[in-house]
């Protein structure tokens, strides 16, 4: 087993996890001022962008899966194992998402688009380099893939879409 | 704390950490036959590349800083906080890595690219989704970030650049 210890908590934004419309969403990353000072953090504002390591706290150990599953439950996506979707209920339930880094007040760091919700511990924040990243013309996925994600950073739904 | 269970273990590639030229080392991610079964990874060779998180294993809590440094020690380049930077020696020990997907072999996952070097304790694996990433127009990271990742995923490096 590895121990880890929280670096700091997602603050705002989101209550409950919903599927989509995360591009909009804005929140605050607050690093624990016990074991950190704000020369943690300097020069973190020169990068655009982040990469968080958080947990999904909410998912119960009960309800991890490891096997095949319909994304979503929707019947007209294949059945993928959870190593081969993004799903909350995976092993070690961590999440990993880029976001954008709107600034940095002392140790507390504003960002829109985290699809982590209130309350999420984080693990680790790094800066976004796109060195990092492989090529996209080199990126092949499947359909259901970039269907599933077609809404997820959707920033500009109209308010008529927002019904029960 | 929260505690994780390694979902399996790097083998091969590099002993030991070294800063540049990832780009042609080729490992295999070894996912736990124990906990898992192949339908874990059903459909993920669709996908062309993974996100990998992982355990620096070799540093020390002893050598875990927060503080500001410069990175790899280069005087060119500021003191940035272990938040603004992706040094090993960070909070947590955890990376997180793209890597290209060549092969997936039962619980074997074939791949390249993985900054992870042989014996890696391996937390999660996630296929790569290209709408996961930010725009390439919005990224913005600073001119040591470019000049340090110059040749990390250099894969062509001639042999006459290997020397002692």
């Given at each position: 087993m590895i121990a880890l210890e929280p670096v700091g908590v997602v603050v705002g934004g989101r209550a409950e996890p919903i599927d989509d419309d995360w591009g909009?969403?804005?929140?605050?990353?607050?690093?624990?001022?016990?074991?950190?000072?704000?020369?943690?953090?300097?020069?973190?504002?020169?990068?655009?962008?982040?990469?968080?390591?958080?947990?999904?706290?909410?998912?119960?150990?009960?309800?991890?899966?490891?096997?095949?599953?319909?994304?979503?439950?929707?019947?007209?996506?294949?059945?993928?194992?959870?190593?081969?979707?993004?799903?909350r209920m995976r092993p070690n339930r961590l999440g990993?998402?880029?976001?954008?880094?709107?600034?940095?007040?002392?140790?507390?760091?504003?960002?829109?688009?985290l699809d982590a919700i209130d309350g999420s511990p984080v693990l680790d924040v790094k800066p976004y380099m796109r060195e990092f990243e492989p090529e996209a013309a080199d990126v092949r996925q499947p359909a259901w893939?970039?269907?599933?994600?077609h809404g997820y950073y959707r920033a500009d739904r109209p308010p008529t879409d927002a019904g029960p």
């Open positions: 909009g969403v804005e929140a605050v990353i607050r690093l624990d001022g016990v074991s950190f000072a704000t020369d943690a953090v300097r020069g973190l504002a020169d990068f655009s962008h982040l990469v968080v390591v958080f947990r999904f706290h909410l998912v119960e150990e009960s309800e991890v899966r490891t096997g095949a599953r319909r994304p979503r439950g929707n019947p007209d996506w294949p059945e993928v194992g959870m190593f081969a979707q993004r799903a990993v998402s880029a976001c954008a880094l709107l600034g940095v007040d002392g140790l507390d760091l504003r960002v829109r688009g893939a970039s269907e599933l994600m």
